[in-house]
Structures are given as structure tokens and as C-alpha cells.
């Protein structure tokens, strides 16, 4: 037999119908009306002419693509690759694939990488860019898409008509201020970045207010560069000697241009990061942390796209997951501090 092995050429092996044969590779309620020994040969012929199933004959048939579609900034960072690979394992255990697409946080190949996923016909995209939102520069898609009904969560941002899983930065900011606080930090340094949603920034600001403490608030430019720049201002008078960053990767690289300058943590700063990504308790120092529940964030976005996907007549709904100030060795710690874990 030469080419790809259909369900005629099952059917016609087997001495059944191709309908007959499609119930059984399909596993359709009324195959049980079969009898064994059919079901049986069907799978067996199947098996022996390695049948591949079609999934773009599959997809007419049912309407569905099984295919999702995420959305990152970039997986070279540490944080994204972890929650891409929670996706493709949370999509698999819904017996989806999940396409993985990286923007590189540019505009332009945002719009890329979501309209291709569009026209490959995925089920629904779970989208971890700032960008889809009516006053940003996807507006003309996030427009298309709310007239479509199409499934989409977004993660850690929100915009109207769209489904979010968000982590609730609250608590892990109010115990990281708190810790800091108690150290005699009256001002904080915060670096930012560069982006379209800043959750961590309101929170942070929120806190602050509460405790009386200064914000002093840091650019970081994209690049190699940007956290050095910022060292290098930070070590004149004047700077807070206390200092909350936007991940845990830029928290880390603080860490090493502090130690490059002949300066240590926590010694001579306290350094804390945000997102608990696995490399930082690798680190040395470990990485004192606003932990985010990564594998819950992704895992509860995947279930709630798919459901959404199971019911056209779905409507948006706003989840959020609580963060933990996570200790380790990058703050000096009092003795009498009962916060974090």
C-alpha cells in the first residue's frame, strides 16, 4: 500500500463501512452498539497500516482544531520558559496542543503571532503580552476579537470583554515592605520596565502608602546594560539602600553588578525580586522573592480556556491568584519577623 493509510482503506480491509470504522477510531457513544470482535479487527487493521488520523478532517468534523495558542514575551527569559512549559503540560492533559509563540515584547510581532495563530484556526489563545487592549496598539485585533466572541484568556492583565488570570501582588508586596521596613528602610528603590500593564507597580506604590515609605522608582533600559546604569547611580549618596525588581532575572543580575563593584547583599543592599522562578533558589545568594503560584496561574488560564471553548455562550470571568513573600538570603532578616515563608 503507498501513501497514507485512510479509513477506506480500513474499512475495505476490515469488510465494514467507512462510517462503521470512523464510530470506532473515534470512539463515538454508538460504536458500543458494535460487537467486540468488530471493534477489535478495526483497531487492529488500524494499528497494523499505521493510520494516522487527520486532524484538519477531524477539525471539520467536530469544529474544533485542538490546537490552543499562547502568547509570551519571550521564552529566553526564565519566568516565561517555566510557564510555557507548564502550558504545553497543562494543554496536554486536556488532550490539546499548545503552539507557543514569542514576541520579543515588539509590537509589531505581537500582531504576528496573534494573527497567525487566528488563521491557523487554534480553539482559543491564552496571551501573556501587555498589548491587547482597546488603548494600546492592538486595537484593531482586540476589536476583532470581542466581535468574534473568540476564547482568549489573558494572564497577569485585564482588559473589557476578555477573560484574566492575574496574580494578586497585595499580600507578597505587603510582606516584602513590611520585611523592609523593618529593617529601617524608609525609602525603596523600584525598577521598572518598560511595558504596556504594570500590576507590581500598583501594588508596590499601594504598600508603600500604607507604611509611609518613599518610592523611588528606576528605569531599567532594555538590554545588557540597564541594570549595570542602575548600580552605577545607586551606589552615590543619596539612593535607597533597599530595592524591589520588576523578575527575578533582573533581581539576579542587581545581585552580580553589586558584587562586580565590590559591594555585597545583603551587607550592603536588600535585593528582592518578584515571580519565584526555580533558578532562584539555584542562585547564591538564594533569591528572597515575591512568589507567584506559576503552575496554578497557568493551569487555572488552560482550564478556564477550555472551557470557555466548550460553551459558545461563554462570558468573561476575572481570576486572581495570591503571591507570598518567599525568604531566603538576599535581606538581612530580623530576628522577630514572622512574615513570609
Known sequence: MHGRTTISDIAREAGVDKSTVSLVLNR??????????TKLRIFEIAKKLNYQPSLVAKSLFTGKTMTLGLVVGGIESPFFAELANTA??????????????ASK?????????????????TDGIICAIGGLCPQCEHHELYTSIIEQHYPMVLLDYQADGLSSICSDYSVGMNEAVQLLAGNGHTRIGYCLRRIQWNNKEKAFLSICG?????AVKY??????????K??????????????????DSSAIEMISAIKDIGKSVPEDFDIIGIDGIAWGTSYRPRLTTIKQDLKQLMNSAVDLLVKMIGNPDWKPENFSIPTRLMIKNTVRLKNNYKGGF
Open 28 to 37: 463515538k457513544p454508538l460504536a458500543r452498539m458494535l460487537k467486540d470482535d
Open 105 to 121: 515584547w515588539n509590537f509589531e510581532r505581537e500582531r504576528r503571532a496573534l494573527r497567525l495563530l487566528l488563521q491557523r484556526q
Open 230 to 247: 542602575i548600580v552605577g547611580e545607586i551606589i552615590k549618596p543619596g539612593h535607597p539602600k533597599a530595592f524591589l525588581l520588576f523578575d
Open 88 to 101: 504545553l503540560e497543562a494543554a496536554d492533559n486536556h488532550d490539546y496542543y499548545m503552539l507557543v509563540s
Open 219 to 228: 528605569r531599567q533600559e532594555e538590554g545588557t546594560d540597564g541594570i549595570n
Open 210 to 214: 500604607k507604611y509611609n515609605i518613599e
